[in-house]
């Protein structure tokens, strides 16, 4: 064969493999989150398929020694798997050469136990982010950690965050260009948000961005800063009445991704407070938004507000997974989320205009999503307010049609999403309230039950090119874990009553299950061990919102019996509280 006809194929293939989205190689190990930048929780790996996916098998489990919500995912990283607690917050690695999977190290930080009675919803922990040799965590009372890698050692300690304004942060740092991207939780004690960005190589703060407030503070600059649908200035002050901006929650506590090409960090933003819509007249941005900036200096490019004045606690926190698809037959490059609102968004990553928009599960609030100005057409009879009295059966509930705590993941093989969904409806009765710092500044009583159906989650497979779901997997409670999907065309999901299951990524055929001994509401990884075989890895501990919800789920306290919730009263039949890192393999 002649070599311009090499060459040519040689290309060809190449093209070929590009253009499928497929990395030609996955290095087998996981260092941030989400596996990439682009959050899309998607593994290369190929050695468990549906074929044999019914053979997992327990190969390891570890007692964290720590009873709570055990939210986020290890890290695998040079043969350790690094695994952070909840408050404690400590930091285990393990040595992943040897027999059994040794301790090599534990970090121990003094962590304030103030943080644990401010904390909103469990004193959880999203884990940690690998970096140049360093394991960069959050601490729950403020602090952001950086400690060497191979071996333990605290390089540095930077606070971050006021404890007496209300502020904790368990949310997963994020990592890029070298610096490291923080943000906290607080919008139920109204507090004034912000993202910031540290250097990773010393701790020092970079820049600081607040979510609300005038242009300065929101790092809004005239020469950059282009959203697709709004104009003006002071677009974050002048949707807040007199100086209500200020103490209006619009926190910054989940996933982050980043484009390289476009050189764009996205993240989401929470709640605006108070609960009571009627104390914050406008738009409130940027609450529950979605925000693109520059990662050297914190420039905002665009914005997006996926639920103007915000009457219902949708959060949009949850991860904005990047992806290529096709959108009316045009290429895009898009960001895709889903929405505590119920709906999915498609959006143009570079612009911020939204492609498509559909509900993923039952939505009464609004009607449809406009796509020519952005906004949602609201059902009026659903808005809330303390002069409105109790309105009945908004969907879904204040736990969203997705939480952002489930990371949903993305395969560029089936080119489907993959989402776990609540099926919940609330009534809503707000009431007035006046903010104390460091007080819960909410104002509302949000009674939950079962949405259409009677179920209240599934396991769903979505096509985000026409907003569609392909497939779904009931499940009895909510689905509150986040998922991983693989090469081999199997996905992996926890629920809440302590089931880990593996399903056909194409199908939506559930494959195996194994009960892990309390619920999942963490999100699994897969990863290459030292023998050259995939495994799987997942936290099992119930807790975040669920600790609050479940009832009985806590034996070592006898004074800590909590009262069932009525929409979900057998679930503490199912789960108790635990602490326990999983691993499964093929024998």
């Not at 959050?39 to 098998?57: K, V």
């Not at 540290?198 to 005038?214: D, Q």
């Not at 406009?370 to 969907?395: E, F, Q, W, Y």
């Amino acid at each position: 064969m002649r070599p311009a006809l090499i060459t040519l194929l040689l290309l060809l293939v190449a093209t070929l493999v590009a253009d499928s989205g497929r990395p030609e190689q996955d290095d087998g190990q996981w260092t941030m989150p989400g596996k990439d930048f682009a959050a899309t929780r998607y593994s290369g790996l190929t050695q468990i398929t549906p074929a044999n996916a019914a053979r997992l098998r327990p190969q390891w489990s570890f007692s964290t020694g720590v009873l709570g919500g055990h939210e986020g995912q290890p890290l695998v990283v040079n043969n350790t798997m690094y695994v952070v607690t909840p408050f404690p917050n400590v930091l285990y690695a393990f040595d992943l050469t040897r027999e059994g999977y040794p301790l090599k190290w534990k970090y121990r930080p003094d962590v304030n136990p103030t943080s644990v009675g401010i904390a909103c919803c469990d004193a959880i922990n999203r884990g940690a982010f690998y970096a140049d040799g360093r394991i960069v965590y959050n601490l729950l009372d403020g602090h952001t950690v950086a400690v060497d890698a191979a071996t333990g050692r605290e390089l540095w300690k930077t606070q971050i965050a006021d404890l007496g304004q209300g502020e904790t942060t368990p949310m997963a740092p994020f990592v890029v260009k070298g610096k490291v991207i923080v943000g906290p939780s607080g919008g139920e004690f109204g507090i004034h948000g912000w993202v910031k960005a540290l250097e990773l190589a010393t701790g020092h703060l970079s820049w600081t961005a607040y979510s609300e407030g005038p242009d300065a503070d929101v790092l809004a600059r005239p020469a950059t800063f282009r959203p697709f649908y709004d104009r003006g200035t002071d677009l974050a002050l002048t949707s807040w009445p007199a100086d209500a901006w200020q103490r209006a929650g619009v926190p910054v506590w989940g996933w982050l991704s980043y484009d390289p090409d476009l050189d764009l960090l996205y993240y989401g933003t929470g709640n605006a407070a108070p609960y009571n819509p009627e104390q914050r007249p406008g738009d409130n941005k940027w609450a529950s938004s979605v925000l693109a900036r520059r990662p050297e200096d914190g420039s905002l490019v665009w914005a997006y507000q996926f639920t103007p004045h915000e009457n219902w606690d949708f959060d949009a926190n949850a991860e904005m997974i990047l992806a290529d698809v096709t959108v009316k037959g045009r290429h895009r490059r898009v960001l895709v989320h889903f929405d505590k609102n119920g709906f999915a968004y498609t959006i143009d990553r570079a612009t911020g205009e939204v492609l498509v928009a559909a509900p993923f599960t039952a939505v009464t609030w609004a009607k449809r999503i406009d796509l020519t100005t952005g906004r949602p057409v609201v059902d009026t009879a659903k808005l809330t307010g303390a002069s409105r009295g109790n309105i009945k059966d908004i969907c879904p509930s204040l736990e969203g049609g997705k939480s952002p705590v489930s990371a949903a993941s993305y395969s560029p093989r089936t080119g489907l999403f993959y989402v776990s969904t609540n099926n919940l409806c609330m009534d809503y009765q707000a009431t007035q309230v006046t903010r104390i710092a460091g007080t819960p500044y909410i104002g509302a009583s949000t009674p939950y039950h079962a949405g259409p159906g009677g179920h209240m989650g599934a396991f769903i497979a979505w096509d985000a090119s026409v907003g569609r779901r392909v497939w779904e997997i009931r499940e009895p409670y909510p689905v509150w874990s986040g998922s991983v999907v693989t090469a081999g065309d199997v996905v992996f999901y926890g629920t809440l009553d302590g089931w880990f299951k593996a399903a056909d990524a194409r199908s939506g055929r559930v494959l195996w299950k194994f009960k892990v001994g309390s619920g999942v509401v963490g999100c699994p990884i897969t990863y290459t061990g030292p023998d050259g075989q995939q495994y799987v890895a997942v936290y099992a501990g119930i807790g975040g919102d669920w600790l609050l919800l479940s009832g009985d789920v806590r034996s070592d306290d006898p004074a800590d019996v909590r009262p069932r919730a009525d929409f979900a009263p057998d679930l503490a039949r199912h789960t108790s509280q635990g602490g326990i890192v999983w691993v499964f393999g093929l024998p």
